[in-house]
Each structure stands twice: as structure tokens, then as C-alpha cells.
């Protein structure tokens, strides 16, 4: 049982940026534009979040990570913008642009470090986001110590995120609307909605929500940007997105399911009924997990009718 | 008509261009007549680290030869690992009297390149390349990871704590010298202590070192080392922010110094590192090359007897008394005293 205690929060932190990566793929995919660059995005704003908490740290310790964190975010609307203009108004083929963001961003980055700090990484920042506990709650047997001890608060944002999406595109007219530009944009068209614009709103959110996961992923988990430091989390996250179906929820789930079989990894070897496995069985055990699970509970994952196909007026 | 303001205009480009070769000719110093290249990985001559140390390692030789940057000594940058060929041909084109690459990235590309040309001199930093003109500079570092085992091993001691860890990248000899040299030089100062193993099966993935790192310290480490490249950032984070808390716990570098990555405020969770000093490889060799002893086709050992590996020159977190235990620890194990096992104690 404490094994599992201390297994559960290192798997939150590893769950939160998968997820709120997912949930930015959530908002895209169902406007109907397929992002596959939600790792590049994650790098942009990993870079952008690092970049300025290093700068403001010297002069505001305490809100710089924080001011990271917004930046990311900001920065990943930005260069969603790439994606949004290419595959909505030039029709671009949704996942060549998408790949196109993907190998953009790892040079972009280290380009922007090189001028920016003369080498190809960021400089190291002294903190980021620290783990925090929550007095009072703590104290609640066995949950608090799940939930509330020694937790960074980008878990408790990515919590707030999943039920800001579940209210956002199931229960708002935005949603409505955002949802049936996915399933059937003509029909969204004839009713006077504005596909574009819907489209539009549904990447850049996608882009804000990336963004803020790759910042939250870097300051959390590393002391700087360095190319290496998404390694495949957006990917993961596109997973985690299928996996869950496109549904907050489904989200929520996968990805943290997705944390725990990462932990598990490291903690087989002291699990006596799994201690008799190579070690390479346990790195590769958070994949084979998500590809068994998919193969058992997925059935059919129907994902938004018009995802990836270039929106025509005319077509009936 | 327009051809020839064309013509006109290249006449114009290549007489500017003329004049400048010319300039460029007139001799500056007395020299020796010795050409070195580096070609770096996509890493960069500043990445703080293997590219920056041999590039440091080549400017010092070319500067105690009055050699001149950018004509005798330079370096190419490789934007992606495409170029590593075409990188290492155009030095090899150019006739350079020494070609210097660092990493094992290089291992294919210059086993290629050594075969192309049978005449030039390459040297290869941290793997071994098996041809007649090529010079394998590897190091000991179970010696150096020895020494900061025995750095750890002190610190624990003085300070109560009986638990220590190893982060490992991926388990294969390589990296299992690191763990082998740490566990033998805890050992050596404090037998009573327990050593965690953990190798999380990646090189450039903080989350993961973070996540083992924490789960060493839940289990009471209180000194971690890793061998572990990008994912050890991980480990540094989470050292930093138990040390900034109150919860000291350390870290050790490794490569280079990493005393700069694990600043928190003015002080630093970083205790020392276990450095390979590719400079002092590149410098060796250059050297050697230089006075016509290229040792081709042979692996040179950079370990404490040639201060191939070792422990930064400064050390702000190490008391003055376990520096120089340490120090006489490497200087046994320099003069062959102490043997240390590359395999680690199953």
C-alpha cells in the first residue's frame, strides 16, 4: 500500500502535461482540425516559459515561473497561428502542416536559445515551480497525502482544465457550435455559424493549452529548456487523446493511466510478482499498456466526422 | 546589354574578393606548419560540454603554438547528424594534418570517413573507432567515478545519513562502469552504506529522472550521482527544490562540471562532478600529432594518471578535509595501488 502512495504522485506528475496537451488536441480536433503538432507546440512553449523565467527570476523569484507559465502559453497561440493559417485559409493537408510545426519548433527553439543565451539550451533557472502542500487538507488520512502533500500546482490546474473543457464544449453554445464545425461544417455553415472563425478559436485554444503544457512540463520536471525536454510528451498526448476519445474525461483517464504505467515502470523491480522481468520490459511497458488497452476498451473510437478534411463550402 | 552588367558586376564581386585573399597572405608569425580541425555535433562548440571542452582543449594547444584561429585551428558545426560525413570529408579535403570529433555520435561517420581517407589523421573522443588512421580517446571513468563515490561517501558519513543513490541513462557496460567505480568508492570510506541502483532507460528525459530521483529520496538517499545525460536535469530539479525546502539532498554532476545547473539562490545542490576531461584528450593528441607520434590505430585511456578524469578544480560544497582524502584516493589509484573494477558487485 505505501508503495502505491508514493507511486501515485510522481504519476501525477507526469499525467499533467500529458493531459492538458490532450485537452488542447481536444479543442482542435473537434472544430475539425487534426493537430498533430501539439509537440512542437509543447516545445514552443516549453522554450518561451523557460526563457522568460530565467530572465525574471533575479527580479521576481516567486511570480517568474508563474509568468513562465502565461508566456508559454501565449507563445503557443502564436505558432498555432501557423497551423490554423495554413490548414484553414490555405487548406493545407492538416497533417503535413502539423509535422511541418513538429520539425519547425526543434530548430526555432534552439535557434532562439542561441541568440538568446549564446548556446543551444536556455540558461538553467535556479527554481521554476516548486511542489507545494496544502495545510488542512494534508492532514485528510491517505487522500491528503495523495492529493495535497508535496504536489506541484500544475496538477491541480491541469483538474481545472479538464472541467473547464467538459463545461466549455458540452455545455456553452461555443461548444455546440465548435462540436458540429467537427461533425459536419456545411450544415454548421447553413445554420450561420462561421467555420473559420470556429476553427480558428478551436487551434488557438488548442495552441494555449500546449503551450502551457510544455512550459508546466519544463518547469516542473527540468532546470532548463534543452531540445530533449518534450521528447515525445505531445505524441503521448495525441494518444492519450484517441485513447479517451476525444472526451475530457476519457482524457483524464487516459492520461493518467498513461503517468501510473510510467511509474510502474520504475517501480516493478520492487514489486515481487513483476521483480522477475528485464528491465526493457519495464521502459516499454507505459506502450504495450496503452496499445493493450486500446485494443480492449477502445471498440470503435469515432473521433469528429470532419477531422482532417479541408472544409469546401460547396461539398454536400 | 544586361550580360554585360552582369559581367560586369561579377568582375567587380571577384576583384573585391581577389584583394582580400591577398591580404589574408602576408605571414604573421613564426608557426609550425600544423593544421587542426573539430568538427561538432549538433550540439555546438558552446554547448558546455563535450563539444565546448575539446574545442577548449584545441584553442589552448593552438595558443601555446601561435597558431592562428580560423586558418590553423577551426572548427565545423554540424546542423543535423547528416553532415557528420560531408563535415569530416571537407576537413579531410582540405588536408588538415588532425580531424577531431567528439562523441560517440561519430562512430559511424568516422569509421566511414577514415576509410575514404587512408592518408589523414582523425580522432575520435569517448568510443572506439578499430582503423589504422584513427586515434580513440576513451576514459577511465570508473576511476573518476571512484573518486566522487568517495566524495559521497565522506559527505554521508559526516552528515548521518546512510543511503545513497546511482541514476543510470540506459544499462550497458558503459554506463555500468560509472555505477561500479561510485559503489567502490562509497565502499572504500563508508562500508556500511546502502547504495540504490535505478536506470531509467532514456538519456534526454527529465521526467524521468525527476521521477527516480524521487523515489530514491523518498527511500532516504541522500546523495544522488548520475550517469544519466538530460534525464539527470530531473534529478537536479528535484535535489534543488528538497535542498531550497530545508531537506538537504545532494547531487552529483557528471561529464562536466555541473556545479552552475544545480544553483538554487546563492548555494548549490550539486556536491562535485565526475569529469572527462576531453580537453586535456584533444590537447594530448594534438600534441603527439604535432611531434609525429600519432598514435594510430590505437585506444588511448585518458584516466587520473594522465588527469583524464578527475573532480572540478573548484569544489564550493567539499570541505577542504574530504577534498584531500579524495585527492589521495586519486593519487593512488594513479600510481596503480588501487585497482578499480569496471563491472559492478552483482
Not at chain 1, 500500500?1 to 480536433?29: N, Q
Not at chain 1, 521554476?128 to 487538507?137: D, F, N, Q, V
Not at chain 1, 484517441?242 to 492520461?255: D, E, Q, R, T, Y
Request: charged share 15%.
Amino acid at each position: 500500500m505505501s508503495i502505491i502512495l508514493d507511486m501515485l504522485p510522481i504519476s501525477f506528475m507526469f499525467a499533467a502535461p500529458i493531459i492538458m496537451a490532450a485537452l488542447g488536441g481536444l479543442f482542435s480536433e473537434r472544430s475539425g482540425i487534426v493537430n498533430i503538432a501539439l509537440e512542437g507546440i509543447m516545445m514552443v512553449g516549453g522554450f518561451a516559459g523557460a526563457a522568460l523565467t530565467v530572465v525574471l527570476e533575479p527580479v521576481m523569484p516567486g511570480m517568474a515561473p508563474w509568468i513562465g507559465l502565461f508566456v508559454g502559453m501565449a507563445a503557443g497561440v502564436l505558432f498555432s497561428l501557423l497551423h490554423a493559417v495554413a490548414s484553414i485559409n490555405f487548406k493545407a493537408d492538416q497533417v503535413v502542416s502539423g509535422t511541418a510545426l513538429n520539425i519547425l519548433a526543434t530548430g526555432l527553439t534552439v535557434y532562439l536559445a542561441q541568440i538568446f543565451f549564446n548556446q543551444q539550451r536556455t540558461r538553467t533557472f535556479s527554481a521554476g515551480l516548486r511542489k507545494m502542500s496544502i495545510e488542512g487538507l494534508r492532514d485528510i488520512p491517505v487522500l491528503g497525502q495523495i492529493f495535497f502533500e508535496d504536489i506541484y500546482p500544475t496538477f491541480f490546474v491541469m483538474i481545472l482544465l479538464v472541467l473547464g473543457t467538459w463545461f466549455v464544449v458540452f455545455k456553452t453554445p461555443f461548444g455546440l457550435r465548435l462540436r458540429a464545425c467537427g461533425e459536419h461544417p456545411q450544415a454548421a455553415a447553413s445554420m450561420g455559424i462561421n467555420v473559420y472563425k470556429m476553427r480558428y478559436a478551436g487551434v488557438m485554444i488548442s495552441g494555449a493549452l500546449a503551450g502551457l503544457a510544455g512550459s508546466a512540463m519544463v518547469l516542473t520536471q527540468d532546470i532548463q529548456y534543452t531540445v530533449t525536454s518534450i521528447h515525445g510528451t505531445g505524441f503521448i498526448a495525441l494518444a492519450s487523446l484517441i485513447f479517451g476519445k476525444w472526451s475530457p474525461w476519457g482524457v483524464l483517464g487516459a492520461g493518467m493511466f498513461f503517468g501510473f504505467a510510467q511509474t510502474l515502470s520504475y517501480y516493478a523491480k520492487d514489486i515481487s510478482f513483476l521483480a522477475w522481468l528485464p528491465n526493457e520490459a519495464f521502459y516499454i511497458l507505459p506502450y504495450v499498456l496503452t496499445i493493450v488497452a486500446l485494443i480492449m476498451f477502445a471498440g470503435k473510437t469515432v473521433g469528429p466526422k470532419a477531422a482532417g478534411e479541408i472544409y469546401d463550402q460547396g461539398k454536400r | 546589354m544586361k550580360y554585360r552588367t552582369i559581367l560586369v558586376a561579377l568582375l567587380a564581386v571577384a576583384l573585391v574578393f581577389t584583394g582580400c585573399a591577398k591580404k589574408d597572405a602576408t605571414p604573421v608569425v613564426e608557426k609550425p606548419e600544423f593544421k587542426v580541425g573539430l568538427v561538432t555535433d549538433i550540439g555546438g562548440i558552446d554547448d558546455k560540454s563535450f563539444n565546448q571542452g575539446t574545442w577548449e582543449g584545441i584553442v589552448r594547444f593552438g595558443g601555446a603554438h601561435n597558431l592562428v584561429q580560423g586558418t590553423d585551428y577551426k572548427y565545423l558545426q554540424s546542423g543535423a547528424e547528416a553532415d557528420y560525413v560531408p563535415n569530416l570529408s571537407a576537413f579531410a579535403d582540405e588536408k588538415l594534418d588532425l580531424i577531431i570529433a567528439p562523441g560517440f555520435l561519430f562512430e559511424m561517420a568516422m569509421g566511414e570517413v577514415a576509410d575514404s581517407f587512408p592518408e589523414q589523421k582523425f580522432m575520435i573522443i569517448d568510443t572506439v573507432v578499430q582503423k589504422p588512421n584513427v586515434v580513440s580517446a576513451t576514459f577511465a571513468e570508473h576511476e573518476g567515478s571512484f573518486l566522487v563515490g568517495v566524495a559521497a561517501g565522506l559527505q554521508a558519513k559526516a552528515d548521518g545519513k546512510s543511503v545513497l543513490g546511482f541514476l543510470g541513462g540506459m544499462q550497458f557496460p558503459l554506463i555500468e562502469k560509472f555505477q561500479a567505480g561510485f559503489e567502490q568508492g562509497v565502499k572504500a570510506v563508508y562500508p556500511e552504506a546502502t547504495i540504490l541502483v535505478d536506470y531509467a532507460g532514456d538519456f534526454g528525459a527529465p521526467d524521468k529522472g525527476q521521477a527516480l530521483a524521487q523515489k530514491q529520496y523518498k527511500a532516504g538517499a541522500y546523495i544522488i550521482f548520475h550517469a544519466a545525460g538530460g534525464t539527470g536535469n530531473g534529478m537536479i530539479k528535484e535535489a534543488k527544490e528538497r535542498s531550497e525546502k530545508g531537506d538537504i539532498r545532494w547531487a552529483i554532476g557528471v561529464d562536466k562540471d555541473q556545479y552552475t545547473d544545480g544553483q538554487y539562490g546563492d548555494k548549490s545542490a550539486v556536491l562535485t562532478s565526475m569529469m572527462k576531461r576531453v580537453d586535456v584528450a584533444a590537447e594530448t593528441v594534438s600534441q603527439m600529432t604535432l611531434d609525429g607520434q600519432f598514435p594510430g590505430g590505437t585506444v588511448m585511456v585518458f584516466s587520473l594518471k594522465n588527469n583524464g578524469v578527475g573532480i572540478p578544480d573548484s569544489n564550493p560544497n567539499l570541505s577542504a578535509d574530504i577534498i584531500s582524502q579524495v585527492n589521495e584516493y586519486a593519487q593512488k589509484i594513479a600510481s596503480g595501488e588501487l585497482v578499480v573494477s569496471e563491472i559492478p558487485a552483482k
